[in-house]
């Protein structure tokens, strides 16, 4: 592994690199590695650790804290430039980049401990450190924020003061007080406000507030939706998170039953700062009349949900979010725009019109002239931890102003790399656990007893400290219905039992869709399922359709998550709802992104050490 000492060439030398004289170096080591122990446990666990043993495996060596310490000194200063740090740790860009934020943190406990330590040695040294202009910007931003509780706000970045505007990273207004790109640091992580639309059930939001990240936590202001149900469901699941796992969900966001074309006036009825601090604007907007198994009027399904997919980006132009989400299924890709899906633009002070032959390419366009930088791609669950297979179009754009000037391209694509899970999660892996059931049966037994050695059981079960499981009903079928499940073999489907389909007519069975009636593969991830009642879904091993708890297990819904609403209803947000592992990932990405993206930025704006 190629070492930070590797950057000395020719004349090069430690002072050089850091401002300090070796001697320096040798007495600061001690202290440093004190303050990186203590922080070691985080930056293990945090995602860099399987990119580190895989490296630590090949070449048989360790980063050591002389290193380190060079390195992230010489980092300040701008040697090396920022895009060759990765290859100095030999794990790739946005692993380093999180190694490097973590390195910061410590370099600053590092110098709190000496200045603040009772040993007169030490407070000499810290002295001798501050004569270097580094340093001297730390201990200034250290008594502009003497009175901040730091275990509060933490020590994630090296600060920045208008005494120093040169010091990198975060900045300090005349007023004293913290100014971050971001809205506040909470528990040694930053937090984004987030707003969603069209919010339904909540497995969207869900998967931002279990994202993990070990940097940022997302935050849920608000969420709207015009199905009481889906609301009702909705509210029910952030009270219980925010009571049993205040960690992930600091408190509840408000809610609005009302149309999304409506909900600025009601927002702003509630308080506008809600708007004014939102970070991140979410939603997945009504997809029906993009999917391939909606089999209603074309013309009627795109005039409704290509509103609603215009109705959001409208809704990011209102209220200007620092970032955007929308979630839909992949038909945008090729389904025709409505006529009002359109994008003016001027040139050379004429008005021009631009029109678009899919909905996608409208979507591009449209957060583009709203100030966006944007990344689209369609995404399957299962390489995220999904059980299941289940295609969707992700749409994401960060405001240009965030960025630096030079960057005119983003791309989740290699944070997503980081996130994706192989091998697959498989049927059994999800639900074999569960108890067996009749046809017709709900579980009402004692305490479950879940296995303790499965990690996907692990996660669903997070959070539950007893053996409650809900909602384990099967649905009771007719006895010939029974019959033909039993016919058909595992991954097969109604194709199987032709002959059998005798309710239905020809027409009708020739335009049943491949997933009626199929049975799942205990050995692989389910099929995409839009509705496991309405598409009688079958168990691997029991002739029986699913129930509604594996059909939650095979969309990732946690095991304390509850559905409202009558039974038909509770079915119906499900099979709506978005993964809320797939969305997990994404928004374990998108925070990789923004923090490398908005580093970088600053950076470039702020170093001490600029190079020609």
């Known amino acids: 592994m190629p070492k930070c000492t590797d950057l000395k060439t020719n004349s090069q030398t430690v002072r050089d690199l850091t401002g300090l004289s070796e001697k320096d170096i040798e007495q600061l080591i001690p202290y440093f590695n004190s303050e990186l122990t203590t922080w070691k446990q985080d930056w293990t666990d945090n995602g860099i650790r399987r990119h580190a043993s895989r490296r630590q495996s090949e070449t048989n060596s360790t980063i050591e804290p002389k290193d380190m310490l060079l390195f992230i000194l010489s980092y300040l200063r701008g040697i090396p430039k920022q895009d060759e740090h990765g290859r100095l740790f030999g794990i790739p860009q946005p692993a380093a980049s999180l190694w490097i934020r973590t390195l910061l943190a410590v370099l600053r406990n590092t110098l709190l401990h000496l200045r603040n330590s009772k040993i007169k040695e030490q407070v000499d040294f810290y002295n001798n450190l501050t004569i270097n202009p580094i340093f001297s910007a730390l201990a200034e931003t250290e008594k502009i924020i003497d009175g901040v509780d730091t275990d509060k706000y933490g020590s994630l970045f090296i600060i920045n003061t208008d005494a120093n505007p040169q010091a990198p990273f975060i900045s300090i207004n005349k007023k004293q007080k913290l100014v971050l790109s971001v809205s506040k640091i909470h528990n040694k992580k930053l937090i984004f406000n987030v707003g969603e639309l069209f919010c339904g059930a909540g497995g969207f939001g869900l998967g931002f507030i279990l994202a993990n990240h070990p940097l940022i936590r997302y ?46 006036p009601a927002l702003l009825g509630k308080g506008k700062s809600k708007v004014d601090e939102l970070d991140l604007l979410i939603g997945g907007p009504p997809c029906q009349g993009f999917s391939t198994s909606n089999k209603t009027s074309k013309i009627d399904r795109k005039i409704a949900n290509n509103i609603l997919v215009k109705v959001f980006l409208d809704k990011v132009g209102e209220i200007h979010p620092k970032l955007f989400l929308m979630e839909n299924v992949q038909g945008v890709k090729w389904t025709k725009p409505s006529d009002d899906m359109i994008v003016q633009s001027s040139r050379n002070g004429v008005q021009e019109i631009q029109k678009f032959k899919t909905v996608q390419e409208f979507l591009r366009a449209k957060a583009r002239s709203l100030g966006y930088l944007v990344w689209d791609d369609i995404l399957d669950a299962a390489d995220f931890g999904v059980p299941q297979h289940r295609l969707r179009f992700f749409l994401f754009g960060i405001r240009q102003d965030l960025l630096h000037s030079d960057v005119k391209h983003i791309s989740l694509d290699p944070y997503l790399q980081r996130c994706r899970v192989a091998p697959q999660v498989a049927v059994e892996q999800a639900i074999a656990d569960l108890p067996q059931l009749e046809n017709g049966q709900a579980w009402e037994g004692g305490s479950y007893h879940p296995p303790t050695d499965n990690m996907y059981i692990n996660t669903i079960r997070r959070f539950l400290v007893n053996g409650d499981l809900f909602d384990h009903y099967a649905t009771l079928h007719e006895p010939y219905v029974i019959e033909r499940f039993h016919a058909i073999p595992e991954g097969s489907n109604w194709e199987a039992i032709r002959e059998q389909m005798t309710t239905y007519n020809q027409k009708t069975l020739d335009n049943t869709h491949r997933n009626i009636y199929r049975r799942l593969r205990h050995d692989l991830p389910a099929n995409t399922i839009s509705h496991y009642r309405k598409s009688m879904v079958i168990h691997p091993q029991q002739d029986r359709g699913l129930s509604f708890r594996e059909a939650c297990r095979l969309q990732s819904f946690p095991d304390w998550f509850r559905f409202k609403g009558i039974r038909g209803s509770q079915q119906q947000q499900l099979a709506n709802a978005v993964p809320p592992l797939m969305a997990a990932s994404v928004a374990y990405a998108i925070a990789e992104l923004f923090l490398d993206e908005t580093n970088r930025k600053h950076l470039a704006e702020h170093s001490l050490y600029r190079q020609g």
């Open 219 to 264: 935050q849920p202001v608000f969420a709207i939706d015009n199905d009481p149900d889906s609301l009702t469901t909705y509210e029910g699941n952030t009270t219980w998170l925010a009571e049993h796992a205040p960690e992930v969900l600091e408190h509840q966001p408000s809610t609005f039953l009302c149309d999304v074309q409506e909900f600025i």
